[in-house]
């Protein structure tokens, strides 16, 4: 199954009675594993989980700590990028290289990287004392 495929099945089972707003996320890692998640919000609005820290936290739980692709998919005109948070949640286990595609229902899709996306990340370098 392509990671866009994987993004759109999930999305399906989002929980976004408050927004209506579902989104579905897929990754893939180095090893080919593929994990997926969807927006997952409550009545404490806004907090929630995001599709992409959903799909993050899958992929922790299953003991694999690397990105290699991402897909987000989302019911929206033009394809909508990670939230500032997922930004960071995504550097935490990609590098500035790994492709991040964008996509809408319609098949409208929008290509960058996680160091486009967030460029001067924080990073466990930045604790480093000399």
Known sequence: ????????????????????????????????????????????????TCAEAGAIAAMVAAGERELAEVYVVADSPAPVPPCGGCRQKLKEFGAGDVKVTMGTLEGVEQETTIGDLLPGAFDAGHMVRS
Not at 3 to 27: E, M, Q, T
Not at 32 to 46: D, F, I, L, S
């Open 1 to 48: 199954m392509s990671l866009k495929d994987a993004a759109l099945a999930v999305r399906k089972n989002a929980h976004a009675p408050y927004s209506n707003f579902l989104v579905g996320a897929a990754l893939r890692t180095p090893a080919g594993n593929v994990y997926v998640g969807c927006n997952v919000e409550n009545v404490a609005y806004p907090e929630g």
